[in-house]
């Protein structure tokens, strides 16, 4: 994979950060989460994560096959779980937000769509220790079960394929696989795990893949 610029490469790592830090507290305060900026190749990042871990942007879909579109809706049937998706972005001072509301789940506008050729979509939902965030209940998913997703051009279904709780150093570690805008067309959903009564230390991470 070719290196990107310090833009790109900042952009990735305020993401991926942001992803880090998912879970909200008994007040469901929200704060907008940022990220310094990427240090020297090879060093760790502010979010734990190498600054080389950079994956490159989707090629532009040139067939009628793939429909990518913008997200929004999720659906998880074996849930109950049927939330509204709103796109997130970096602000002007380089800051990714969340949705404030933790019933509202995120997708990173700067990545892939759902139904794109190639590349992770990823959408993100806060946890809530004490209850009330949509993704609250995200580990319960398993391999085989269903996740739709409503564009503003038709109805994609997903199948799992992984659930998995990752600490900061695996998640590290599976990022450029997990994230990558460059390889399989995967939906990758995200929020927070493992409360020690402070802060979250590690995320709950889903790829189901186009049915």
Same mark, same amino acid.
């Given at each position: #994979?070719?290196?990107?610029?310090?833009?790109?490469?900042?952009?990735?790592?305020?993401?991926?950060?942001?992803?880090?830090?998912?879970?909200?507290? +008994?007040? #469901?305060?929200?704060?907008?989460? %940022?990220?310094?900026?990427?240090?020297?190749?090879?060093?760790?990042?502010?979010?734990?994560?190498?600054?080389?871990?950079?994956?490159?942007?989707?090629?532009?879909?040139?067939?009628?096959?793939?429909?990518?579109?913008?997200?929004?809706?999720?659906?998880?049937?074996?849930?109950?779980?049927?939330?509204?998706?709103?796109?997130?972005?970096?602000?002007?001072?380089?800051?990714?937000?969340?949705?404030?509301?933790? %019933?509202?789940?995120?997708?990173?506008?700067?990545?892939? /769509?759902?139904? *794109?050729?190639?590349?992770?979509?990823?959408?993100?939902?806060?946890?809530?220790?004490?209850?009330?965030?949509?993704?609250?209940?995200?580990?319960?998913?398993?391999?085989?079960?269903?996740?739709?997703?409503?564009?503003?051009? /038709?109805?994609?279904?997903?199948?799992?394929?992984?659930?998995?709780?990752?600490? %900061?150093?695996?998640?590290?570690? /599976?990022?450029?696989?997990?994230?990558?805008?460059?390889?399989?067309?995967?939906?990758?959903?995200? +929020?927070?795990?493992?409360?020690?009564?402070?802060?979250?230390?590690?995320? +709950?991470?889903?790829?189901? /893949? *186009? %049915?």
């Amino acid at each position: #994979m070719r290196p990107l610029n310090a833009r790109a490469a900042a952009r990735w790592t305020t993401v991926v950060g942001a992803l880090l830090a998912l879970g909200v507290g +008994t007040t #469901m305060a929200v704060t907008t989460l %940022r990220v310094e900026p990427p240090p020297a190749p090879g060093s760790a990042s502010a979010s734990g994560l190498p600054s080389s871990i950079v994956p490159q942007r989707p090629p532009p879909t040139r067939t009628t096959t793939h429909r990518p579109g913008r997200p929004v809706e999720v659906r998880l049937p074996s849930l109950g779980v049927r939330a509204p998706v709103v796109a997130v972005g970096l602000a002007a001072d380089g800051t990714l937000a969340p949705p404030a509301d933790p %019933r509202l789940v995120g997708w990173w506008r700067g990545g892939a /769509r759902p139904g *794109s050729r190639h590349g992770a979509a990823v959408l993100a939902g806060h946890t809530v220790h004490d209850g009330g965030g949509v993704f609250d209940d995200l580990a319960a998913l398993a391999a085989g079960d269903l996740v739709e997703v409503a564009t503003a051009r /038709r109805a994609l279904a997903f199948t799992v394929r992984s659930v998995r709780d990752l600490g %900061r150093a695996e998640l590290a570690a /599976r990022a450029a696989r997990l994230f990558s805008a460059v390889g399989a067309p995967d939906l990758v959903l995200v +929020t927070c795990t493992d409360w020690d009564g402070e802060r979250y230390r590690g995320n +709950t991470v889903v790829v189901a /893949r *186009s %049915r």
